[in-house]
């Protein structure tokens, strides 16, 4: 359940921008060269924490729909954070053995 909590980041400003230029979720999708759904630019204005990958997409497509360009920080009041951050870490195997990383005998 904290991870939950974590990954929710309150309504963002793209939120009040969108409603201020009169544009809808289909404006984005529209407007985006990029896949991006209506879903993404949901979680983005609710504050679901998204990828920097989803979070540009979803910033290109807004100053394209809206014809000004948006710098990331007026957007979302949140950086993007390492996937570490909201998941705990599980060992990653160096070889095709599966061995990982541990120290163990062999």
């Known amino acids: 359940m904290d991870s939950e909590i974590e990954r929710n980041r309150g309504e963002q400003p793209i939120a009040r921008i969108i409603a201020e ?3 809808k979720a289909k404006d984005l999708v529209a407007a985006s060269t990029e ?29 394209k729909a809206a014809g000004k360009d948006y710098a990331m920080s007026e957007l979302f009041n ?9 998941q705990e870490a599980e060992p990653v195997a160096d070889d095709l053995t599966g061995k990982g990383n541990l120290t163990s005998e062999e």
Do not use: F, P
Not at 48 to 63: E, G, H, Q, S, Y
Not at 78 to 86: D, F, I, P, T, V
């Open 21 to 23: 230029r009169g544009l």
């Open 35 to 63: 896949q991006i759904t209506h879903k993404m630019v949901a979680r983005a204005c609710k504050g679901r924490w998204l990828t920097d990958n989803v979070r540009n997409k979803i910033r290109r497509a807004l100053n």
């Open 78 to 86: 949140y950086s993007g954070a390492s996937r570490s951050e909201h």
